[in-house]
């Protein structure tokens, strides 16, 4: 199980193969919640690096120091208080942004990716792979938010970033919550086909 | 045993360490957030009046604070406004003067605060409590800020909060010495986007700009399309001196509502005429108590 | 000797009289209430004098939290038996907030005062019913939705899950809501709420646990994978974050967790029945599994938008 993978295979392997968005399907709340605008997408996805990071190295380095039996208590102990202090961070820094992304950021505390990496991964792995791997899940989800928050933008309210690029709003459809569900859902299928797609060309070249 | 002591220990220890974490980033991030919320508000104060960067506003000019309170004293009550003294620029503490509700003085007492302190409620109400409060129940209600020119009167703002289609929406009103309004911003709503939030959007704000007293208190919301030349004055696809002429020529006109968004079109315009309805009737009392005791305040 | 005898009945004597002087005044007005739009009906013990009643400068209205300004009562209609006064006001009132009526010189009483609110218990269930339908938090504040995915393929599952699931929320707010009310708040420590929560949370979690071991061993067999999974809910700390900054006293926290529960069973039975059918349907292979879940969540989602607004009480 530890096949050591250089720290660039870490990363790469959060944002493509174990995306917690689209592959993992784990921490689909937000993305279907806030991924109205791209800038939400980019506080979430920060906010949720910085938790993971944080809880990874931390766990690494006190493997140790954590008795077996309250080994999951610890996880949520660790994880419950990065996420208070992004909280409090963001809230007295980014007021606006912040208010945006109402409780979401407080949630972060009950996302299932980040538990079960502390459990899988950062419980076994020395500092360096944890932080790497850490940065790589962060991304992924990151990336995962910000490709959501960028459609939902462009077809919703015609604007990135807030800057508007089309001149007009072409559905307004996107922008209201129920269509998170419609484009995570049509992105993951599209995913997928792609993914078949290409394992049918290896096997018919092959 | 040893184990569940091992576990007590280290479970106390992890609980330990993470709290000071979170108390440092508590004690370290507090301050930062109550100066960027004063700073949102000042700013949102200062494009209210027409000032920004580019135009910042002159050293003549005073911004002056009066908090209203509730006193419960038992079955009666009065209300309380925490006003400060002396001229404008000298800072000559404050004063707590206490008004029936049949409009007639009660009293009044000097509460000790600096113009800084007067900013945050905690020591405000500590102080008040100090000076006046034994056994009576003193309740923060809202805050006006008179805006002063040279001593003369030039603005009020009034910060409200009233309920929308989904909670509440809180705003801060603009109105000149007449009580006819200046403008007014939305602090916080949480409206569906793309239609109750549309109520941040100018073609509806504006629409309140130079609005009378008198027509205000009978404001009405109409359902029908705004007309094409009052939509370009509003968003600005005008100029300015032409937009201001259409606007005024709207002025006594009730609001268009928003399409697909009635209620909250209702909802704001129901809370702008109950907040200055409210706010004329106590001015005038407080006006009347100022100068029958002869308090010398700065506005 | 005598003295102290005579001097406790006169004493009693002013008191009965005393209280004789104000018991009726309580009783004169006995029930207040918001009628149609911009009225307020007031309800008498008994008929008094019909000029008295009919006049409306002898009412006076307000809103408890602005006592100084005075709602203008434009007429005063009085029902046939004489005993119910409807007060009708220029503006509509804004009936979320408890105003009173205050008579003065009617029948003889020098002063009333009643308060007029929206029943305590209709308040009380709207907010289960918000939590329940308008704020559905799987389908309009979507959240718990990795849960809710995982478990909404069977009914049977389901329903374990919604069960279980309301059971652990109601026990874990409610203790949330007394750390919340005597620790938290007096002791200024409001940042401490994400890791107070989650820790009870997962208290409550193992404390079920270990009492459905031991208790119905049967039962956890069923139920107990369950339980893990709470833990992984997004709702299980929306709720009581909700709790605090609303600040709910406990028959609002238990309503709400009660809604959020509840709900949440709601959602999942709804998925559940449409997936099983789903899964004889013709689907798109790339679409198989979660990607049309999401599809047709997506349209509950829709469906659930229909609520917004609603207002029972």
């Known amino acids: 199980m530890a096949n050591k993978k250089s720290n660039f295979q870490l990363v790469a392997n959060g944002i493509l193969q174990e995306n917690p968005i689209f592959k993992l399907a784990l921490s689909m709340c937000p993305a279907v919640g806030i991924s109205t605008t791209v800038m939400n997408g980019v506080m979430l996805g920060i906010a949720v690096l910085f938790v993971q990071v944080f809880s990874s190295v931390t766990i690494s380095l006190l493997k140790d120091f954590i008795h077996p039996r309250i080994r999951i208590p610890t996880y949520t102990l660790t994880i419950a208080t990065w996420v208070t202090v992004i909280d409090l961070s963001l809230a007295a820094y980014f007021p606006a942004a912040y208010a945006q992304m109402g409780i979401f950021v407080k949630i972060i505390v009950a996302f299932a990716i980040i538990t079960m990496r502390l459990e899988m991964f950062a419980s076994k792995e020395p500092i360096t792979a944890s932080f790497w791997d850490g940065i790589g899940m962060g991304l992924g989800f990151l990336v995962g938010m910000v490709a959501i928050g960028f459609i939902r933008e462009l077809l919703g309210s015609g604007a990135i970033l807030g800057h508007d690029v089309l001149g007009f709003k072409p559905l307004l459809f996107f922008i209201l919550p129920s269509a998170g569900f419609f484009v995570v859902g049509l992105m993951m299928g599209f995913f997928n086909w792609i993914e078949t797609y290409y394992a049918r060309r290896k096997r018919g070249e092959a | 045993m040893k184990m569940m002591l091992t576990i007590i220990f280290r479970l106390t220890v992890s609980c330990l360490i993470a709290g000071t974490i979170m108390g440092a980033t508590f004690i370290f991030t507090n301050k930062a957030k109550k100066v960027n919320e004063f700073a949102r508000e000042e700013k949102v104060v200062y494009s209210l009046l027409g000032y920004s960067t580019a135009n910042p506003i002159p050293e003549s000019m005073g911004m002056h604070e009066v908090f209203r309170y509730v006193v419960t004293e038992g079955d009666s009550q009065t209300i309380g406004y925490l006003v400060p003294l002396g001229a404008h620029g000298s800072d000559a503490g404050f004063s707590f003067v206490r008004i029936n509700l049949e409009g007639e003085y009660v009293d009044n007492t000097d509460i000790a605060l600096t113009a800084d302190s007067v900013r945050d409620l905690g020591d405000r109400n500590a102080a008040i409590a100090a000076a006046f409060g034994d056994g009576k129940d003193i309740r923060f209600a809202d805050q006006t800020i008179i805006v002063t020119d040279h001593g003369q009167r030039t603005a009020y703002l009034l910060s409200g909060k009233f309920p929308g289609f989904k909670t509440h929406i809180a705003i801060i009103l603009a109105l000149d010495p007449g009580y006819s309004i200046i403008g007014f911003e939305v602090m916080e709503h949480e409206e569906d986007p793309g239609l109750g939030a549309e109520i941040e959007q100018d073609y509806f704000k504006n629409q309140f700009k130079y609005k009378p007293f008198e027509k205000i208190k009978t404001l009405e919301v109409v359902k029908a399309p705004i007309p094409d030349d009052y939509f370009d004055a509003l968003e600005g696809r005008i100029d300015e001196a032409a937009a201001i002429d259409v606007m005024k020529q709207y002025r006594d006109q009730d609001i268009y509502a928003l399409t697909g968004a009635t209620i909250s079109s209702v909802a704001v315009s129901s809370g702008i005429k109950g907040m200055s309805k409210k706010f004329a009737y106590r001015l005038d009392i407080l006006d009347k108590v100022l100068q029958e005791q002869q308090i010398a305040v700065p506005f | ?313």
Not at chain 3, 41 to 70: H, N
Not at chain 3, 89 to 105: R, S
Not at chain 3, 163 to 173: H, K, L, N, R, S
Not at chain 3, 194 to 221: C, E, H, Y
Request: glycine share 6%; aromatic share 14%; proline share 4%.
């Open chain 3, 1 to 313: 000797m005598n003295q102290p005898k005579y001097l406790s009945f006169f004493v009693l004597v002013f008191f009965v009289l005393g209280l004789a002087g104000f018991a009726p005044a309580a009783d004169l007005v006995v029930d207040t209430d918001f009628g149609a739009e911009n009225q307020i009906v007031v309800s008498f013990r008994a008929a008094v004098d019909k000029a008295e009643m009919a006049d409306a400068a002898r009412y006076s209205v307000f809103e408890e939290s602005d006592p100084d300004i005075r709602l203008t009562v434009t007429s005063v209609a009085l029902s046939d038996d004489g005993r119910q006064a409807t007060l009708s006001f220029a503006e509509p009132l804004n009936t979320t907030k408890t105003h009173i009526v205050m008579t003065k010189d009617i029948g003889g009483i020098e002063q009333t005062s009643s308060p007029v609110s929206k029943s305590y218990f209709g308040y009380l269930l709207s907010i289960l019913i918000s939590a329940l339908l308008i704020n559905n938090f799987v389908f309009t504040k979507y959240l718990g939705l990795c849960v809710f995915f995982g478990t909404s393929k069977r009914k049977q599952t389901a329903k374990g899950m919604g069960v279980v699931f309301t059971i652990v929320i109601v026990v874990a707010v409610s203790m949330s809501w007394v750390l919340f009310q005597y620790v938290l708040k007096p002791f200024k420590l409001d940042y401490l709420q994400i890791v107070v929560f989650i820790g009870l949370t997962s208290l409550t979690v193992q404390a079920v646990d270990t009492v459905l071991r031991k208790v119905n061993p049967i039962l956890f067999k069923s139920f107990g994978v369950y339980l893990v999974l709470v833990i992984a809910n997004c709702v299980i700390i929306a709720v009581p974050l909700l709790m605090a900054s609303n600040e709910y006293n406990f028959f609002e926290t238990f309503m709400l967790s009660l809604g959020a529960g509840g709900g949440f069973l709601l959602a999942l039975y709804l998925m559940s029945s449409v997936s099983e059918r789903v899964e004889l349907a013709k689907v798109p292979p790339s679409f198989k599994g979660l990607p049309i879940a999401f599809i047709v969540a997506g349209q509950f989602a829709m469906a659930f938008l229909g609520f917004s607004g609603l207002e029972l009480f």
